[in-house]
């Protein structure tokens, strides 16, 4: 797939990151238009699938406000903790007791079939792009994502590649979806917990291996002071998800209008800076 293109956008990363002086691919983990996406489904029981919108109204909540002065407006207040639009870029620092401080991008560059062999191949998803830059090396990861009518984010298919190639590293799709972060009411009030299961399909060599999987969430806080992100302190919303067999437990930090603000788990990612269309 599209591996001339891949390698121009790692180089293009490297510019970027030059110049804004600051930055998984979260293969667990990392945006609106229309969404072309799945209504919630799985163990939670949330609906069938739908298109969502949810992403088209971040102009007209002012999430764009979040890009250059760093504050969250006013009218941003009711807003999904996670704003998806193409264009949309986060910067991270990222801080592992093996790689040391690296620097990582994720990028929205546009909407697209999800492809490969999942049962979400034929929906149209967000495409994401993340680079880090470590003493490594460059690798990258590319993921189709949605956003439900809730404005929850969900992941349909990952690919990660090489560290400094365009040669596949591996390859998962989930069914009905891997969640993001769960922007419903009953989901984004002060200790709410539930678990989210699916099936996740690895491919080993071209072979799949399909096994079941249930992440089980908490709030763990809201309104929690987080930051400081472009010179200010932001309020988050604190979600923690616990370990289910090779996936480590992890803690996250949103903002509305921003984004992911503060990751912890086998490494910390830091927000640095953002901008957002």
Not at 44 to 64: E, H, I, N, R
Not at 115 to 129: C, D, I, M, S
Not at 147 to 164: K, Q
Not at 171 to 184: A, F, T
Request: glycine share 16%; charged share 25%.
């Amino acid at each position: 797939m599209r591996k001339a293109w891949v390698l121009g956008w790692v180089v293009s990363g490297a510019v970027v990151i030059a110049a804004c002086g600051s930055n998984d691919p979260d293969v667990d983990d990392e945006e609106g238009g229309k969404g072309g996406a799945a209504g919630k489904g799985g163990a939670a029981g949330k609906g069938g699938k739908g298109g969502s919108g949810a992403a088209g109204d971040q102009s007209d909540a002012g999430a764009g406000q979040g890009s250059k002065d760093g504050g969250q407006a006013g009218e941003c207040e009711h807003d999904a903790y996670l704003p998806i639009a193409v264009g949309n870029t986060w910067t991270y620092r990222v801080i592992s007791p093996i790689d040391g401080v690296s620097m990582k991008i994720n990028t929205i560059d546009g909407e697209e079939k999800v492809g490969g062999t999942g049962p979400n191949a034929e929906e149209t998803a967000f495409h994401a792009l993340t680079s880090k830059t470590s003493a490594a090396g460059m690798d990258m990861t590319e993921s189709w994502q949605g956003v439900l009518e809730d404005g929850s984010v969900v992941r349909y298919r990952e690919i990660s590649y090489r560290a400094g190639s365009t040669v596949s590293n591996g390859e998962e799709h989930w069914d009905p979806y891997k969640l993001r972060i769960d922007n419903s009411p009953e989901h984004i009030a002060a200790d709410a917990s539930w678990d989210e299961m699916y099936s996740e399909t690895k491919l080993d060599n071209g072979v799949p291996i399909t096994a079941a999987r249930t992440d089980g969430w908490t709030v763990d806080g809201v309104d929690v002071p987080c930051g400081p992100v472009q010179g200010r302190m932001l309020s988050c919303l604190k979600v923690s998800k616990a370990a289910d067999g090779a996936d480590s437990g992890k803690t996250y930090w949103y903002a509305r209008c921003v984004g992911k603000v503060r990751e912890m788990g086998t490494q910390v990612e830091e927000l640095t800076d953002y901008e957002l269309h």
